[in-house]
């Protein structure tokens, strides 16, 4: 069985930072790739950022400049930082990952993290 656990959301102030964490965990093969999505009341989830096993990243237009996703040092985790937030950024973070366990290639979800950016 494998989770993805999702940390670092919170309430921040317009301008502020943010980082999240994503890790995956149990019986992984390959990951084939990481993202982050979000869902602001309301409205559809939308992917933000994503990295793929190359290395290889890709933005939503709306965060790119300020947004960054990257590897951790730590195994099969994943890092949003979020610089110079803006209230519209308010929204529920998702971590999405491609996961291979064995030979099958699955889709796992987290439970979600809340960001709140508000004076």
């Known amino acids: 069985q494998v989770q993805l656990v999702e940390s670092g959301g919170g309430l921040v102030q317009p301008g502020g930072s943010l980082r999240l964490s994503c890790t995956a965990s149990?019986?992984?093969?390959?990951?084939?790739?990481m993202s982050w999505y979000r869902q602001a009341p309301g409205k559809q989830r939308e992917l933000v950022a994503i990295?793929?096993?190359?290395?290889?990243?890709n933005y939503a237009d709306s965060v790119k400049g300020r947004f960054t996703i990257s590897r951790d040092n730590a195994p099969n985790t994943v890092i949003l930082q979020m610089n110079s937030l803006k209230p519209e950024d308010t929204a529920v973070y998702y971590c999405?990952?491609?996961?291979?366990?064995?030979?099958?290639?699955?889709?796992?979800w987290g439970q979600g993290t809340q960001v709140t950016v508000s004076s």
């Open positions: 149990g019986d992984i093969a390959k990951i084939n790739y």
């Open positions: 990295i793929i096993s190359g290395g290889a990243t």
């Open positions: 999405r990952a491609a996961i291979v366990v064995v030979v099958t290639e699955d889709d796992y």
